[in-house]
T-cell receptor, first 113, second 113 residues
Framework: GAGVSQTPSNKVTEKGKYVELRCDPI?????LYWYRQSLGQGPEFLIY????????DSGLPNDRFFAVRPEGSVSTLKIQRTERGDSAVYLC???????????FGQGTRLTVV | SQQGEEDPQALSIQEGENATMNCSYK?????LQWYRQNSGRGLVHLIL?????REKHSGRLRVTLDTSKKSSSLLITASRAADTASYFC?????????????FGKGTKLSVIP
């Protein structure tokens, strides 16, 4: 596709439920990032994939958060037992490699009620 | 934690004026990038400056980097109403295993027609 695609664009879920957020990167981009952004803040790093493997998952806040990229393209961010504090915009970005310009999707706005 | 911190937090100028935003960071970097964000969703890459570069230009944008002071500035010349957005600096740390783009909290720029 022409850009990074994230689905859904908005997700409302009840506290305690499980959610999956999908990211379709730019074709050929081996690097993929997930970020989380709260209102009035900068994006907060969650995880970085190089190909299929998570090269840096130091930003995942706890073990309720997990991400996969099984074939080195599409990635899914999974959140178990959602909490109201998980409400934020989740951003995905891809790039040709680390340390290069990143292309961001429009994000998924997650609201936990 | 935030590696980069932008200053000022908010800036309001008249169309046609120049806008200057500053970014300070704490540890050695591989490169520093500036991004723009409209309406709290996807970020758009503006410019990347490497640690061995001092200045870069792109259209109406001019970025400087002073590694001795650990600071960068973004200058937008002849601003337009369409430049109204939040601007973030993001750093890539130097050293093996550093993949994160670490963002500051951003500067909110308002250009008044």
């Amino acid at each position: 596709g022409a850009g990074v695609s994230q689905t859904p664009s908005n997700k409302v879920t009840e506290k305690g439920k499980y959610v999956e957020l999908r990211c379709d990167p730019i074709s050929g981009h081996t690097a993929l990032y997930w970020y989380r952004q709260s209102l009035g803040q900068g994006p907060e790093f969650l995880i970085y994939f190089q190909g299929t493997g998570a090269a840096d998952d130091s930003g995942l806040p706890n073990d309720r958060f997990f991400a996969v990229r099984p074939e080195g393209s599409v990635s899914t961010l999974k959140i178990q037992r959602t909490e109201r504090g998980d409400s934020a915009v989740y951003l995905c970005a891809s790039s040709l490699g680390p340390w290069t310009e990143a292309f961001f999707g429009q994000g998924t706005r997650l609201t936990v009620v | 934690s935030q590696q980069g911190e932008e200053d000022p937090q908010a800036l309001s100028i008249q169309e046609g004026e120049n806008a200057t935003m500053n970014c300070s960071y704490k540890t050695s970097i591989n490169n520093l990038q500036w991004y723009r964000q409209n309406s709290g969703r996807g970020l758009v890459h503006l410019i990347l400056i490497r640690s061995n570069e001092r200045e870069k230009h792109s259209g109406r944008l001019r970025v400087t980097l002073d590694t001795s002071k650990k600071s960068s500035s973004l200058l937008i010349t002849a601003s337009r109403a369409a430049d109204t957005a939040s601007y973030f600096c993001a750093t890539v740390l130097s050293g093996a295993g550093s993949y994160q783009l670490t963002f500051g909290k951003g500067t909110k720029l308002s250009v008044i027609p």
